[in-house]
């Protein structure tokens, strides 16, 4: 591991020395010993954030993205030359699908794919019935597109813009790194193209902390369109799918699944309430493992509900039947209001 800084070797001998002055005044004077527990709590998630800042910082400097052709996104100002047609050489704005429209040929899809991959599709779409070997130059004029968004526990959340491919790495490294109290997890959703449709479509992760660090070959993803970097407070807990909000909430007292719920508003009438699945962290072999639980068990029995910890992440699934139903009844209501205006 990268050597400690004189800063941050300081920082831990004031710490360490408020933590003997404590411990001495609880001696003297019958302190809580709750007090001091929850100081030395506080002291071990201090050193643990600066030790994972140091190694994010010398990762993203090893570890940045090999490829940094840029990709276009919505928002960016394209010029496009074709060699010998003035008239169809001019410049573009990508709109917010990702496309520009251009003459004959119409709207093409140019957003996640880089320069060169851009000229071959626009060059394919006029060679198809237009022109015969176009030969396509694409520019950007105004870089608009790439940014990305970072809230949470981090040292300097805000948006940033950027002119390059990013990585996840890169990104925490410029809001400062992790700030004190951060979590295990790393919330991340951005928008990507699919290597094999080639749709662009939203992606939603969320990163173990300490595996971005130990393999950050596998996890230090590079950054899509309109990216959204979450990093929690520890002790929060993720709450997914067929629930009014679903999302990201701290963890009060004994959390269960029961009071996840709650605090996400309740279950939507399209849940299923047969299944609802739990993912939690096994620390021993580092694996995700997964509980089923019916929401009328924990509900008529808290004994059968299940505690959660931090990172953990309850998953309500939509129920095919009741979805079905409420699409019916979606249905039944267009038609009988069909031409008709309520008042």
């Known amino acids: ?12 001998a004031f710490l360490c020395l408020a933590l003997l002055l404590i411990v001495g005044g609880c001696a003297s004077t019958g302190g809580s010993s709750e007090s001091l527990s929850e100081f030395q709590e506080e002291f071990s998630t201090q050193s643990r954030v600066e030790d994972i800042n140091e190694q994010l910082l010398a990762l993203s400097v090893s570890a940045a993205s090999e490829d940094n052709a840029y990709r276009i996104g919505p928002g960016d100002q394209i010029k496009v030359d074709i060699f010998n047609v003035a008239e169809l050489s001019r410049e573009y704005r990508v709109d917010g699908a990702g496309k520009i429209n251009m003459p004959l040929v119409g709207e093409l899809s140019v957003s996640g794919y880089d320069l060169a991959t851009a000229e071959r599709i626009i060059a394919d779409a006029y060679a198809e019935n237009y022109l015969r070997n176009p030969q396509v130059a694409v520019t950007v004029t105004e870089f608009r597109s790439k940014q990305f968004t970072a809230i949470g526990a981090l040292a300097s959340p805000r948006v940033y813009n950027i002119e390059r491919r990013t990585t996840l790495l890169e990104a925490i490294a410029m809001t ?86 709650t605090m996400a508003g309740g279950l939507k009438f399209e849940a299923s309430r047969s299944q609802l699945r739990v993912l939690k962290r096994d620390e021993a072999t580092d694996e995700w493992v997964h509980s089923v639980v019916s929401f009328s068990d924990i509900r008529d029995s808290p004994d059968s509900d299940i505690a959660l910890n931090d990172g953990d992440i309850v998953m309500v699934e939509y129920g095919p039947i009741r979805t079905a139903w409420t699409g019916g009844l979606r249905l039944l209501r267009d038609v009988a209001f069909l031409g008709f205006r309520p008042f």
Do not use: C, W
């Open 1 to 12: 591991m990268k050597p400690l800084t004189t800063v941050t070797l300081l920082s831990r």
């Open 176 to 261: 400062g790194g992790l700030a004190s109290g951060a979590g295990k997890y790393i919330y991340l959703t951005d928008r990507v193209r699919n290597d094999e449709s080639g749709e662009l479509g939203t992606r939603s992760l969320i990163i173990n902390v300490e595996e971005l660090l130990r393999t950050p070959g596998t996890h230090n993803v590079v950054l899509g369109d309109g990216a959204l970097i979450n990093v929690p407070q520890a002790g929060s807990v993720f709450v997914e799918g067929a629930v009014e909000r679903p999302g990201v909430y701290n963890r009060e007292g004994d959390t269960t699944v029961l009071k996840a719920i």
